[in-house]
Nanobody, 125 residues
Protein backbone atom coordinates (compact mmCIF):
# COMPACT_ATOMS: atom_id res chain seq x y z
CA UNK A 1 0.00 0.00 0.00
CA UNK A 2 1.20 3.49 -0.89
CA UNK A 3 0.11 6.52 1.10
CA UNK A 4 0.74 9.98 -0.34
CA UNK A 5 0.76 13.02 1.90
CA UNK A 6 2.03 16.57 2.17
CA UNK A 7 -0.19 18.32 -0.32
CA UNK A 8 -1.73 21.69 0.41
CA UNK A 9 -2.19 25.27 -0.70
CA UNK A 10 0.88 27.31 -1.62
CA UNK A 11 1.46 30.59 -3.39
CA UNK A 12 3.14 30.75 -6.77
CA UNK A 13 6.90 30.71 -6.36
CA UNK A 14 6.66 28.72 -3.15
CA UNK A 15 7.80 25.21 -2.28
CA UNK A 16 6.18 22.04 -1.07
CA UNK A 17 7.33 18.49 -0.46
CA UNK A 18 5.02 15.56 -0.91
CA UNK A 19 5.77 12.13 0.46
CA UNK A 20 4.77 8.60 -0.42
CA UNK A 21 5.10 6.06 2.37
CA UNK A 22 4.86 2.36 1.59
CA UNK A 23 3.52 -0.36 3.83
CA UNK A 24 3.34 -4.07 3.15
CA UNK A 25 5.91 -3.68 0.41
CA UNK A 26 9.57 -2.76 0.17
CA UNK A 27 10.15 0.13 -2.21
CA UNK A 28 13.78 -0.85 -2.82
CA UNK A 29 12.36 -3.51 -5.13
CA UNK A 30 10.48 -0.96 -7.21
CA UNK A 31 11.12 1.86 -9.59
CA UNK A 32 9.08 4.70 -8.07
CA UNK A 33 7.28 7.49 -9.85
CA UNK A 34 5.13 10.55 -9.32
CA UNK A 35 2.28 11.38 -11.66
CA UNK A 36 -0.16 14.25 -11.48
CA UNK A 37 -3.68 14.90 -12.65
CA UNK A 38 -4.90 18.44 -13.11
CA UNK A 39 -8.64 19.20 -13.09
CA UNK A 40 -10.24 18.01 -16.30
CA UNK A 41 -7.04 16.46 -17.60
CA UNK A 42 -5.52 13.02 -17.80
CA UNK A 43 -2.97 11.76 -15.33
CA UNK A 44 0.52 12.53 -16.57
CA UNK A 45 4.07 11.58 -15.70
CA UNK A 46 6.02 14.03 -13.52
CA UNK A 47 9.11 12.25 -12.20
CA UNK A 48 10.56 8.85 -11.44
CA UNK A 49 13.58 7.33 -9.77
CA UNK A 50 15.41 4.06 -10.18
CA UNK A 51 15.63 1.41 -7.51
CA UNK A 52 19.16 2.44 -6.60
CA UNK A 53 18.29 6.16 -6.45
CA UNK A 54 20.84 8.32 -4.70
CA UNK A 55 22.05 10.10 -7.81
CA UNK A 56 20.64 12.55 -10.29
CA UNK A 57 21.62 10.08 -13.02
CA UNK A 58 18.90 7.79 -11.83
CA UNK A 59 16.01 10.23 -11.78
CA UNK A 60 13.84 11.36 -14.66
CA UNK A 61 11.54 14.32 -15.15
CA UNK A 62 9.01 15.61 -17.57
CA UNK A 63 10.21 18.79 -19.25
CA UNK A 64 7.77 21.09 -17.48
CA UNK A 65 9.20 20.30 -14.03
CA UNK A 66 12.90 19.91 -14.81
CA UNK A 67 15.02 22.20 -12.67
CA UNK A 68 12.16 22.81 -10.23
CA UNK A 69 11.20 19.38 -8.91
CA UNK A 70 13.46 16.80 -7.29
CA UNK A 71 12.49 13.21 -6.66
CA UNK A 72 14.31 11.23 -3.99
CA UNK A 73 13.90 8.05 -2.04
CA UNK A 74 14.81 6.79 1.40
CA UNK A 75 14.70 3.04 1.19
CA UNK A 76 15.38 2.72 4.91
CA UNK A 77 12.20 4.71 5.61
CA UNK A 78 10.37 3.04 2.73
CA UNK A 79 9.41 6.48 1.48
CA UNK A 80 9.68 8.47 -1.74
CA UNK A 81 9.62 12.24 -1.87
CA UNK A 82 8.93 14.93 -4.43
CA UNK A 83 10.40 18.31 -3.56
CA UNK A 84 8.66 21.01 -5.59
CA UNK A 85 10.18 24.46 -5.84
CA UNK A 86 9.24 27.57 -7.83
CA UNK A 87 5.69 26.30 -8.03
CA UNK A 88 3.37 27.64 -10.69
CA UNK A 89 -0.43 27.68 -10.87
CA UNK A 90 -0.22 25.11 -13.66
CA UNK A 91 1.34 22.68 -11.17
CA UNK A 92 -2.03 22.48 -9.43
CA UNK A 93 -3.05 18.83 -9.49
CA UNK A 94 -3.59 15.69 -7.48
CA UNK A 95 -0.20 14.04 -7.15
CA UNK A 96 -0.04 10.25 -7.19
CA UNK A 97 2.87 7.97 -6.43
CA UNK A 98 3.31 4.69 -8.22
CA UNK A 99 5.52 1.64 -7.89
CA UNK A 100 6.79 -0.31 -10.89
CA UNK A 101 8.14 -3.89 -10.72
CA UNK A 102 9.18 -4.09 -14.33
CA UNK A 103 12.09 -2.57 -16.21
CA UNK A 104 12.04 0.10 -18.88
CA UNK A 105 9.69 2.96 -19.67
CA UNK A 106 8.28 4.38 -16.42
CA UNK A 107 6.55 7.36 -18.02
CA UNK A 108 3.30 5.54 -18.76
CA UNK A 109 0.52 4.69 -16.35
CA UNK A 110 0.65 1.05 -17.44
CA UNK A 111 4.29 0.79 -16.40
CA UNK A 112 3.22 0.93 -12.76
CA UNK A 113 1.78 -1.90 -10.69
CA UNK A 114 0.67 -0.07 -7.55
CA UNK A 115 -0.71 3.40 -6.85
CA UNK A 116 -1.29 5.58 -3.85
CA UNK A 117 -4.49 7.53 -3.30
CA UNK A 118 -3.12 10.95 -4.27
CA UNK A 119 -2.55 14.23 -2.49
CA UNK A 120 -3.87 17.58 -3.72
CA UNK A 121 -1.45 20.42 -4.44
CA UNK A 122 -3.01 23.81 -5.13
CA UNK A 123 -0.84 26.71 -6.30
CA UNK A 124 -2.45 30.13 -6.12
CA UNK A 125 -1.40 33.00 -8.35
Amino acid sequence: QLQASGGGLVQAGGSLRVSCAASGMTISSYHMGWFRQAPGKEREFAASIRRSGGSTRYSYYTDSVKGRFTISRDNAKNTVYLQMNSLKPEDTAVYYCGAALGFGGYTRLEDYDYWGQGTLVTVSS
